[in-house]
């Protein structure tokens, strides 16, 4: 798909998992190209903050399909999910002078990254 068409396509599917991540209590703390970052259970929102996640990153999955299903029957390429998980503690806060943005660190983070990164 063309540029035009792939941002106008990731703005309905981001905003979109933005509700889903509102409804479960996680908290969006970045778009990486095509990635969605999100944590529960940080500012304690969440009652069980892994079930939050696992019925929020459910809900996800099932929209892109969704999706997908939708625009393949239109005759259209499309995308597919994959998801990484992890539950355990993590350092959050913000770093650098410049373009302050908060961010989550540590052994959880990068084991839910290269979940998501072995996933079909």
Known sequence: MDTQE???????????????????DAEKLKT???????????MNKAKCPANSL??????MRDFIEQRRLQKEAEGRVYWGVRL????????????GQHKFAFD???????????????GM
Do not use: K, Q, S
């Open 84 to 95: 990484g998980l992890h539950v355990g503690p993590v350092v959050a806060g913000v770093v």
């Open 104 to 118: 989550i660190w540590g052994d959880t983070v990068n084991i839910a990254a290269r979940l998501e990164m072995a």
């Open 6 to 24: 792939l941002v106008r396509e990731l703005n309905i599917c981001f905003t979109e998992i933005d509700h889903i991540a509102e409804r479960f």
């Open 32 to 42: 990486i190209g095509d990635g969605y970052l999100c944590v529960t259970g940080l």
């Open 54 to 59: 696992l019925m929020a990153a459910l809900a």
